[in-house]
């Protein structure tokens, strides 16, 4: 288990690394001003959907379903069939309505900035259909218990938007921000042809061809297995959806403040979004696999062992990482982000988001591993009604910070519907199952380390402020 997630991990980190490179050079060339807004909420749009459809939904629903299948080389190519059809067709769509589909991205934007960001946004959606590809090649992948290729890959794009930085580099900010639109293009090109040699090495590409010989003649086959998945996929599209509308509704209240907002929501989740993805969800891609197979087994005390292991590894790390980065967030941001066009006042606001999102980390990250017990049981109709109670809670407190807080009350509002889904996915998961796995000695040393922790991270903080 522990090598499956020190290679996500590892390729996360080294994605995130280079992520974090991009960032820099985006702060410092583009700043955070309408501009800045502007890209981020034309990739907004294919992000949202890629992570609902693809890295979400369809994983935790294809590959329990994958596994049980009888016929599992027509059940595979007739979901990418329909899949890819809905996707291009979607794409064209926001092509031929950008301007519509840029509306309902920043309602707060005004009429002028519509018109600029909407080419933007339609060339960054036909990001979807490729990196839906590449999720539907990395599940395979990950039915093998192989993992490298798609923790790797997702480096790619950031290496393909970094170049896109530097080729721009003292053209005007409207230029730079269409070099980075397709930058976003070639770096979804360049994970799908990996993904594509994986598949091929790993003999997938004789499975697949295969189903798509019989495509047509034998579909009736999996018409059972096909329709059980698309009863599951809705549920697990809203169950999947409450991070990603989260951050939609986040950004969406923020297009009516002040310019920047959008900007200091993305650089504070972005240094949130690291240990939350190097950690939590790399531990969950990693035990999704074995969880699923064996509930399908009917072996649940050795799912609940992988379960114990997964939740005290992420326990620590996790609450270890809420401290640091909500105790050091001011250091944090000025070190990576304050230079050039990213003034001190940006620094200072996007420090304060970043301390809301950072309360949220444990149960967010906790909410991951606990929800994939629910996907592996095909328990989606459930999650979608945690998501549901989750995503009220956001949309109540959201509104109601903004008014007070600002930016900073979008981030507040998002760490508590973060709580409430962890809390009710517990609940779901069982009480008596949870407290075998927290009543340990392991509760009493997290809270002794958190403590001494604490006071180290004050004390690293004041020493920093008096000699820097």
Known sequence: MFKAIFTNGFGILFSRVLGFVRDLLTASILGANIYSDIFFIAFKLPNLFRRIFAEG????VFLPSFTRSTKKSLFSVHIFVIFLSIILLLSFLVTIFSSFATKMLAVGFDEKTIAIAAPYVAINFYYLPLIFAVTFFSTLLQYKHYFGVTAFSTGLLNITLIAALYLSKGSSQSIIVYYLSWGVIAGGVLQLLVHIWAIHRLGFSKMLLGGLKYFKRKSLHVKQETKLFRKQFIPAVWGNSGAQFSSFLDTWLASFLVSGSISYLYYANRIFQLPLALFAIATSIAIFPRIS??????????????????????????????LFGWVLADEIIKTLFQRGAFTSQDAATTSMVLKMYMIGLLPFGLTKLFSLWLYAKQQQMKAAKITTFSLTADIIFSVTFVSYLGVVGLALGTTISGIVSFILTLRVFGAKPFLNIFLTKHALYLLGGSVVLTILLLLLKEFIHVHF
């Open 57 to 60: 939904a369809f994983t935790q």
């Open 293 to 322: 197979r064996l509930l399908k087994n009917d072996d649940e005390k050795r799912a609940h062992e992988y379960m114990r292991k997964a939740f005290w590894f992420l326990a620590y790390i996790l609450t270890f990482s809420t």
